[in-house]
């Protein structure tokens, strides 16, 4: 049953996993940025297992901040997507409508040291969480898929029509592909689900205001967050994973996409559920369709943030391809959506962020 107020129903929920992380908390606020009276409630939950919550407060400091910024309440539940009973209760006390799923683990390295947990999160995580959107009758979902679900390109730009799947090298890039399997097979199964995996390229930047952004632990996994540790100070120099690529200036290329750019993205495929007879499964790539290389990204931040960026060439990482990009098209034609945010924003953003929180979310 749907909860209802004196047989009024409740104002309708978008449920968030894994809001407080980084792109969770920057679509949660480009959400709550895009309504204009109370037309939905945001409810987020997080087992902040990669979130920072400070001591005494209730909620981790992403959300809290995001309150502050949009001027609007975030419902907050710290759970674990795997635990069916909190997650119960969460549907039974508010009106859910639609799941935008980002909870998982995330770090490649990782996922090749720790498959159980990775398959266990990813995958079981996912489940359990499909499993109580149908037991409260929810079907409308958006997932965060990878474009390390397409492995080694056989062509480029990467269309939704490239194979999937093949030569996946780490468990993390297989748990993003067996879900998305696993939805396909659901949607067959019953035509009430209505599914859109957003298969994103790679998620850089931060909200303009320099108050919310990435904020990894430990040594960052990804390119840009490294880099702008090395800008502040945090880090003493970027490791080049290899210079011999096939690519112009041997180093490897990816498709940048400006965080807000990819928030912006989840509000238009939620429109999608709105279109008529619209059902099933869609995967829909969220890219620029440009690459740039490393060293490109390293004289860029360099530009934007007027500090010098040590760096040293080291080998190749096992797993890496020298080049990705995506093919934008069908994102354009199903979501009228582009990316318009430049090179420049991406750095601009994240430096205004790292400066402004040298430590992240922790103040000291
Ligand atoms: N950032 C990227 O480069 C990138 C690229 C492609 C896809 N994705 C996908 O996007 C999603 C979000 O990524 P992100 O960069 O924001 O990661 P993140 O780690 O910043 O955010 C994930 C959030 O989920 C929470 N979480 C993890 N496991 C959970 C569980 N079992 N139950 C409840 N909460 C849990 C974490 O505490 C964290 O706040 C992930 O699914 C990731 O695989 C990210």
Request: aromatic share 10%.
């Amino acid at each position: 049953m749907k909860p209802t107020e004196n047989g009024i129903t409740m104002t309708p929920a978008i449920l968030v996993t894994g809001g407080a992380g980084y792109v969770g908390s920057h679509t949660v606020t480009t959400l709550l940025e895009r309504q204009s009276g109370q037309e939905f409630e945001i409810v987020v939950v997080d087992n902040l297992s990669n979130a920072y919550r400070s001591e005494g407060q209730k909620k981790p400091e992403s959300l809290r901040i995001i309150e502050e910024i949009t001027n609007k309440t975030i419902h907050f539940y710290e759970l674990d997507i795997r635990d069916a009973d909190a997650l119960s209760k969460v549907f039974e006390t508010h009106n859910v409508e639609c799941v935008i799923h980002f909870a998982a683990l995330k770090a490649v390295g990782e996922s090749v040291e720790k498959p159980l947990e990775y398959y266990q999160a990813n995958i079981g995580g996912t489940c359990t969480l499909m499993e109580t959107m149908r037991k409260y009758g929810v079907f409308k979902l958006i997932y965060s898929s990878s474009c390390t679900v397409y492995g080694e390109p056989e062509r480029l730009p990467l269309d939704e029509g490239h194979p999937t799947g093949r030569g996946l090298t780490s468990p993390y890039g297989k748990s993003k592909y067996f879900c998305e399997e696993i939805m396909k097979d659901l949607s067959i199964s019953d035509k009430k689900w209505k599914i859109i995996s957003l298969r994103y390229f790679n998620p850089v930047g931060a909200h303009r205001s320099g108050r919310i952004g990435e904020d990894p632990a430990g040594i960052p996994n990804n390119l840009m967050p490294f880099i702008a540790q090395v800008a502040v100070g945090r880090l003493s120099e970027l490791k080049v994973f290899g210079n011999d690529y096939p690519t112009p200036d041997g180093t490897g290329v990816r498709d940048y996409i400006h965080v807000e750019d990819l928030a912006e993205g989840h509000v238009k495929a939620m429109k999608l559920f709105q279109q008529p007879g619209f059902s099933g499964f869609h995967a829909i790539n969220l890219g620029t369709g440009t690459g740039y290389s490393v060293l490109e990204m390293v004289a860029a931040f360099k530009a934007a943030s007027g500090k010098d960026i040590p760096y040293r060439i080291i080998g190749r990482r096992a797993g890496d391809i020298a080049t990705n990009y995506s093919d934008v098209a069908l994102s354009h034609k199903l979501l009228g959506w582009r990316a318009v945010k430049t090179l420049e924003d991406m750095c601009a953003d994240t430096w205004r962020w790292q400066s402004k929180n040298p430590n992240g979310f922790k103040t000291s």
